[in-house]
């Protein structure tokens, strides 16, 4: 069964422009999770989704958004870059959502760098 | 709430030492815990996790992590170092509560010597 992937893989991008990456979940796998990991902040979550529907939602600006199409694919935006938003954004899939023994399993991540 | 403490940022074994990376949680419930290994310029791959069956568990490469409840804590263990084991390692937690979202510590990299 293939992996969760993610493209593009780097990206590089300038202040104030905006950004879109996609995630194509494990089949079968109706869950969608967003991570941004930078070496200060570490791993954080962003948000969720199951079924279309945004399901849960972490502690970060308006200007990180999110999509997910019927076929579970999922689409995470950033519009006004900053150079802060400079980060590995990692996506993972799981078969449910809000049960906590399920494993996530994470793709191999985008690269963005803003400059 | 939940949280995770890596006790250490970097751990440096020798090739074919036993290996022993530390993580302490908190969580209101009970909580389902993860390791999960990331090379470099790589995604995060599961190790092993604990989900309230027993407090012993086994992962792959040989690595097994217990859960102690009395001391809070999650340790990753292996019996041997090999080069290939050098990388980052997160702990993770989630808590057996509604619409828990996972916690990550910082990360241990664990470095090994020939």
């Known amino acids: 069964k293939a992996g969760v992937t993610q493209t593009p893989r780097y990206l590089i991008k300038t202040r104030g422009q905006q950004v879109t990456l996609s995630c194509s979940p494990i089949?079968?796998?109706?869950?969608v999770s967003w991570y941004q990991q930078t070496p200060g902040q570490g791993l954080q979550f962003l948000f969720e989704?199951?079924?279309?529907?945004?399901?849960n939602k972490g502690n970060f600006p308006g200007r990180f958004s999110g999509r997910q199409f019927s076929n579970s694919r999922s689409e995470m935006n950033v519009s006004t870059l900053e150079l802060g938003d400079s980060a590995l954004y990692l996506c993972?899939?799981?078969?449910?959502?809000?049960?906590?023994?399920?494993?996530?399993?994470f793709g191999p991540g985008t690269r963005l760098t803003v400059l | 709430a939940q949280s995770v403490t890596q006790l250490d940022s970097h751990v440096s074994v020798s090739e074919g030492t036993p290996v022993l990376l530390r993580c302490n949680y908190s969580?209101?419930?009970?909580?389902?815990l993860f390791w999960y290994v990331q090379h470099p310029n790589k995604g995060l791959q599961l190790l092993l996790k604990?989900?309230?069956?027993?407090?012993l568990v086994k992962g792959i490469n040989g690595f097994e992590a217990e859960f102690k409840k009395s001391e809070t804590s999650f340790h990753l263990t292996k019996p041997s170092a090999h080069m290939s084991d050098a990388a980052e390692y997160f702990c993770?937690?989630?808590?057996?509560?509604?619409?828990?979202?996972?916690?990550f510590g910082k990360g241990t990299m664990l470095l090994v010597s020939p």
């Open positions: 993972a899939s799981s078969i449910r959502t809000g049960v906590s023994t399920d494993t996530q399993y």
């Open positions: 604990y989900t309230s069956a027993a407090t």
């Open positions: 969580s209101s419930y009970s909580p389902s």
């Open positions: 089949s079968g796998h109706r869950s």
């Open positions: 993770v937690v989630r808590e057996n509560s509604g619409y828990s979202t996972l916690t």
């Open positions: 989704y199951f079924s279309e529907t945004q399901r």
